[in-house]
């Protein structure tokens, strides 16, 4: 049975301290609250991954946002695998639209990385969707099935299984606008339905899909009803322990 995620992305956002404080909150308020059945993840900058896992309990995931698609060597300001997982993390997200977008992320790199990811023990969240003009254009399940076909369609099935994957209406990130209930279930079963097209039903039936547009708590339990939506990539509402938590108790 897929499991159900809900994951933090601060960004570049918070000081270490300010992190240390934040990652703090959001594990007493999960300790108290007693949450099963839910896999929390928080994913910082790479600066805070060690302090974060030092103060997380065993009910809390810490994921790097990027990292290196190299293992070693002279790549000045690179993060590497082997570094994010001394950190004691177990979670990497990989192809954000940011990364893309402002970073140039193809999906040659995505395929390295992903691989390196999965070669360490790390679990990648990889993320991928649609801009504004490819959805309005009715592009976005091509965009969609080409992002994810490109990215992770070489693997095996046995190590696609250890993916998570990251809906991002692109259109719907930090713009304040929501994909619907109805189009984020639309989309989510799209992609269950190409991954049965390649990896068959057993696979579809355990990845997990989560939805990354401007989810709240006023619209995650919504959102989290649908069948193929299985948790959230949270933004901006990560930075705050109590919104945070109000999504994570929306299952």
Known sequence: MRKKIV?????????????????????????????????????????????????????????????????????????SVSMIKSTGSKYVILGHSERREYYNETSEKLVKKVKLSLESGLTPIFCFGEVLEERQSEKHFDVVKGQIADGLFNLSAEDFGKVVLAYEPVWAIGTGVTASSDQAQEMHAFIRKTLIEKYGQEVADNT??????????????????????????????????EDFMGIISAF
Not at 10 to 32: C, F, H, R, S, Y
Not at 50 to 60: C, F, L, M, R, Y
Not at 213 to 236: M, Y
């Open 7 to 79: 994951a933090g992305n601060w960004k570049m956002n918070n000081t270490i301290e300010e992190g240390i404080v934040l990652a703090g909150q959001i594990n007493d308020l999960v300790e108290k609250a007693g949450i099963n059945g839910v896999d929390v993840v928080i994913g910082t900058p790479f600066v805070h991954l060690t302090e974060v896992n030092k103060i997380v309990g065993d009910k809390i995931g810490v994921a790097a946002q990027n990292c290196a698609d190299e293992t070693s060597g002279a790549y000045t300001g690179e993060v």
């Open 208 to 241: 997990s899909i989560l939805y990354g547009g401007s989810c709240k708590p006023s619209n995650a339990k919504e959102l989290f009803a649908n069948a193929d939506v299985d948790g959230g990539l949270i933004g901006g509402a990560s930075l705050q322990a």
